[in-house]
């Protein structure tokens, strides 16, 4: 029982991978792409960028279906709508068809995306925090893991880095086997008797500031492989080095989290938020090679690995189990659209620093968390002291 209790954690750890596998898989294979089909420009960037266009309306749907239908039932359906998406892509003749696939891809990554999580709450609401964190370090190691393979299988031929969608045959399987076909969320109301209330201030407040977090990390990873070549580190080789010191330093961050989620959450995200201001200063200010990828290692950790999980986890919190799903749900579909802002907002820091840097944004970003970091320091020590010493002046 304890080891099918095991399995059933892991299925669900690696069950969201499929986000990762899309990223890596098309972040390399593009280049290849590009040469075979002749592709402009624009066509190369519709392939990159129109998943996220059907990702939005699929979360939705995808919370409406945890209403009426068990979630198990929606991670099958979701990982094989994703490997059928994968097996197109490879036998695409034309552009077009290339296109068609990318966005049944975005779809079943949008069905996918909050439901894990949401079943971690349902399952082991006491142990939400840790399994969050083992969460992060698993897909990131799935990240990490298919960057190495799907370089070399891209110099053989640019369809063969899309076969990686078919890892998604040992994740079904172990869906499967291990995880439990748990009640639709209308059954659990009828059977807990639980009435709908409006998710409160202080919920709306955290969802918002998980999704600003998750605004402030987007830079990074749009701006890294620049700040390599036009800050004279090296070539697009490490470059490549730098975004896999990123993940590793996710993967960290992650277990890190996991191990210290039981304890004080507040100090947690206080450590994450000071290691991630620290980071981000010397990311955007540092001339030295070793400087900048100890700072890339430590900025993964505590953003990607530690910050993130931590307003994942108390979002997943915060409602009782059988709406965490519509929760997660529009969570998920802010942090779509705040990664589509994230755009204006650099330009906007590029523009009031008078250049256009890649390490501008950073900078940026280091003066957000460093804002960030003195807010929550006062929401969490200073403001409850203010209180308790006026309730004892009136009383």
Same mark, same amino acid.
């Given at each position: 029982?304890?080891?099918?209790?095991?399995?059933?954690?892991?299925?669900?750890?690696? !069950?969201?991978?499929?986000?990762?596998?899309?990223?890596?898989?098309?972040?390399?294979? #593009?280049?290849?792409?590009?040469?075979?089909?002749?592709?402009?420009?624009?066509?190369?960037?519709?392939?990159?960028?129109?998943?996220?266009?059907?990702?939005?309306?699929?979360?939705?749907?995808?919370?409406?279906?945890?209403?009426?239908?068990?979630?198990?039932?929606?991670?099958?359906?979701?990982?094989?709508?994703?490997?059928?998406?994968?097996?197109?892509?490879?036998?695409?003749?034309?552009?077009?068809?290339?296109? $068609?696939?990318?966005?049944?891809?975005?779809?079943?990554?949008?069905?996918?995306?909050?439901? @894990?999580?949401?079943?971690?709450?349902?399952?082991?609401?006491?142990?939400?925090?840790?399994?969050?964190?083992?969460?992060?370090?698993?897909?990131?190691? $799935?990240?990490?893991? !298919?960057?190495?393979?799907?370089?070399?299988?891209?110099?053989? /031929?640019?369809?063969?880095?899309?076969?990686?969608?078919?890892?998604? #045959?040992?994740?079904?399987?172990?869906?499967?086997?291990?995880?439990?076909? &748990?009640?639709?969320?209308?059954?659990?109301?009828?059977?807990?008797?639980?009435?709908?209330?409006?998710?409160?201030?202080?919920?709306?407040?955290?969802?918002?500031?998980?999704?600003?977090?998750?605004?402030?990390?987007?830079?990074?990873?749009?701006?890294?492989?620049?700040?390599?070549?036009?800050?004279?580190?090296?070539?697009?080789?490490?470059?490549? +080095?730098?975004?896999?010191?990123?993940?590793?330093?996710?993967?960290?961050?992650?277990?890190?989290?996991?191990?210290?989620?039981?304890?004080?959450?507040?100090? &947690?995200?206080?450590?994450?938020?000071?290691?991630?201001?620290? /980071? +981000?200063?010397?990311?955007?200010?540092?001339?030295?090679?070793?400087?900048?990828?100890?700072?890339?290692?430590? /900025?993964?950790?505590?953003?990607?690995?530690?910050?993130? @999980?931590?307003?994942?986890?108390?979002?997943?919190?915060?409602?009782?189990?059988?709406? &965490?799903?519509?929760?997660?749900?529009?969570?998920?579909?802010?942090?779509?659209?705040?990664?589509?802002?994230?755009?204006? #907002?650099?330009?906007?820091?590029?523009?009031?620093?008078?250049?256009?840097?890649?390490?501008?944004?950073?900078?940026?970003?280091? #003066?957000?968390?460093?804002?960030?970091?003195?807010?929550?320091?006062?929401?969490? +020590?200073?403001?409850?002291?203010?209180?308790?010493?006026?309730?004892?002046?009136?009383?």
């Amino acid at each position: 029982m304890e080891k099918k209790n095991v399995m059933t954690k892991v299925a669900l750890l690696f !069950s969201g991978s499929t986000y990762n596998i899309n990223v890596v898989v098309f972040g390399v294979a #593009i280049g290849a792409i590009s040469t075979n089909f002749s592709a402009t420009s624009t066509q190369l960037s519709q392939i990159t960028n129109l998943p996220a266009l059907f990702m939005i309306p699929a979360v939705l749907i995808s919370a409406k279906l945890a209403e009426k239908f068990s979630k198990k039932d929606i991670l099958v359906v979701a990982w094989i709508l994703f490997m059928a998406s994968g097996f197109v892509a490879s036998a695409s003749t034309s552009i077009e068809m290339l296109l $068609v696939s990318r966005a049944f891809t975005g779809f079943a990554i949008g069905l996918i995306s909050s439901i @894990p999580r949401a079943m971690i709450a349902q399952l082991y609401p006491q142990e939400i925090g840790q399994l969050n964190g083992f969460q992060t370090s698993c897909t990131a190691a $799935v990240s990490f893991i !298919s960057s190495l393979v799907a370089g070399g299988l891209a110099a053989i /031929s640019w369809k063969y880095p899309i076969y990686l969608f078919f890892l998604g #045959i040992v994740f079904l399987v172990l869906i499967l086997i291990f995880i439990p076909r &748990v009640p639709a969320e209308k059954k659990e109301y009828a059977e807990e008797k639980k009435e709908k209330k409006p998710f409160g201030a202080m919920v709306w407040l955290t969802v918002l500031s998980g999704t600003f977090m998750f605004m402030l990390f987007v830079p990074i990873q749009t701006k890294l492989t620049l700040v390599i070549l036009k800050g004279g580190f090296g070539d697009s080789v490490v470059a490549g +080095y730098a975004r896999a010191f990123l993940t590793i330093g996710s993967v960290v961050g992650g277990i890190f989290f996991a191990a210290l989620a039981k304890k004080n959450k507040k100090a &947690v995200l206080i450590l994450a938020l000071t290691l991630a201001t620290v /980071s +981000y200063y010397f990311l955007s200010t540092t001339a030295n090679l070793y400087v900048l990828f100890g700072s890339i290692l430590i /900025s993964g950790m505590s953003t990607l690995g530690m910050t993130l @999980p931590w307003f994942g986890s108390t979002i997943a919190q915060s409602v009782d189990r059988s709406r &965490v799903t519509m929760l997660l749900s529009t969570y998920t579909i802010l942090n779509y659209l705040s990664q589509f802002l994230t755009t204006y #907002i650099v330009a906007g820091m590029e523009k009031i620093a008078g250049n256009s840097n890649p390490t501008t944004a950073l900078f940026g970003v280091t #003066i957000c968390l460093l804002i960030s970091l003195i807010v929550v320091i006062a929401i969490f +020590y200073i403001v409850p002291k203010k209180s308790t010493a006026t309730t004892g002046v009136s009383n």
